[in-house]
């Protein structure tokens, strides 16, 4: 996105953009362009990042020594405990943190999980199952909810198989969805059912977007006068994962499944691990026909969910529709305020139209802390700040 970096005295650096681009302020706060040091990444080869695959092979800066300037400093990486261990950093600009030092254990086992927080063990974990929640409560901890800023969705790959090429098979499948029960019975509470892929409060949500009820005979109707009435689908699933849009992945799986196979459109699920299999044969290989997928928001820009997602030729979507490819860059482009809402409500239409994918739900994702924990604020982009936090009385 810029071409070029250049300071221009000691407290003054200049980025030159290689095009115009209305979210760049937004953009250029993302944590992941957080200010590191420049010695460590020389020192310990920030730079060689190498592809295997479809995954990627980090240097030492990754895991042993990542260093910044914020409230904690990386003390360990423990692979054998699957702990990250940071202690407090007493040279911080800021105000210091709480506590001295904080503990990341990688738990994957989601029961494991609420049993070590019930009992104990732990102090908090994210994103509990929302079936939980009461468990929790009465066992004392705090459900900390958080605003909703996210999108869940069910991507349909139109490469491998022709009918889904079809955009009469991709609006069935859309109708045959009850994305209200799905909300209702799967989502954390405060879930709502959507019909685009923006939240409310972002620039570009339109009520003009072509909206498609749950109706089943009209799915079937479209199946049949696609000629696709007998069609298998195979349904790409992640495991030993939750995401804030995607607490329960197989479980949601189960209840689109059954949906479509109501319509008569036969799904074999494929379940595959997060970061085992999922990711690569998803995004890289393009290899399933659906797949659950979705994104919670960097910041409050429309291109940052639906650029994301339809801006240019993925293997997950398997298109290369370049009215909405250009429609799309033409709303990134805008630096006016009002020019970029109306741009991207426009696109926001076409993607409507064409259904590349179909929105299914929106989640309010939580956070599960002890009756002890002080000074956590629950972040709508799941972006806590944990020099705040403290044990004891608040």
């Not at 069935?172 to 209702?184: P, R």
């Not at 995401?243 to 074999?268: H, N, Q, W």
């Not at 009215?323 to 993607?351: C, G, P, R, T």
Request: proline share 6%; hydrophobic share 35%.
């Amino acid at each position: 996105m810029y071409d070029s970096c250049e300071a221009t005295d000691e407290h003054t650096a200049v980025l030159n953009l290689t095009k115009a681009k209305g979210a760049f302020p937004d953009a250029f706060g993302l944590t992941s362009l957080s200010i590191a040091s420049p010695q460590a990444l020389q020192e310990h080869n920030a730079d060689e990042v190498t592809q295997s695959g479809g995954s990627f092979d980090y240097p030492a800066f990754a895991d042993e020594h990542p260093t910044g300037t914020g409230p904690y400093e990386f003390e360990s990486y423990d692979r054998s405990a699957n702990t990250v261990t940071l202690v407090r950093n007493d040279d911080y600009w800021g105000d210091q943190a709480q506590m001295e030092r904080i503990v990341f254990r990688i738990i994957e086992d989601e029961n494991t999980r609420k049993q070590d927080m019930i009992s104990g063990q732990i102090d908090g974990y994210d994103l509990p199952n929302p079936g939980d929640y009461q468990e929790l409560r009465d066992s004392g901890a705090q459900v900390m909810v958080r605003p909703t800023f996210n999108i869940l969705y069910l991507g349909i790959n139109q490469e491998n198989t022709p009918e889904l090429e079809d955009v009469r098979v991709r609006k069935a499948i859309d109708h045959a969805i009850n994305k209200e029960q799905l909300a209702q019975n799967q989502m954390p509470e405060g879930a709502t059912a959507r019909d685009q892929f923006l939240p409310e409060e972002t620039d570009g949500y339109t009520d003009d977007v072509e909206t498609r009820e749950y109706d089943v005979e009209e799915a079937k109707r479209l199946l049949a006068e696609a000629g696709a009435e007998d069609l298998t689908l195979e349904f790409y699933v992640p495991t030993e994962v939750s995401r804030p849009y995607m607490p329960s992945p197989v479980d949601i799986a189960g209840a689109v499944s059954d949906d479509l196979k109501a319509v008569g459109i036969d799904v074999e699920m494929r379940q595959r691990p997060w970061n085992g299999g999922f990711l690569d044969d998803v995004q890289q290989a393009g290899e399933h026909d659906l797949h659950l997928l979705g994104w919670t928001g960097d910041y409050g820009d429309a291109g940052n969910f639906i650029g994301t997602f339809f801006g240019r030729y993925k293997a997950e979507f398997g298109f290369n529709n370049q009215e909405i490819f250009s429609a799309l860059s033409e709303a990134d482009s805008k630096v006016d305020d009002e020019e970029q809402k109306q741009a991207y409500e426009e696109a926001s239409v076409k993607i409507s139209e064409y259904v590349p994918a179909v929105p299914l739900t929106s989640s309010p994702p939580a956070i599960v802390v002890g009756a002890d924990i002080q000074g956590l604020v629950p972040s709508p982009l799941t972006d806590e700040r944990f020099a705040t936090v403290h044990k004891g009385e608040s």
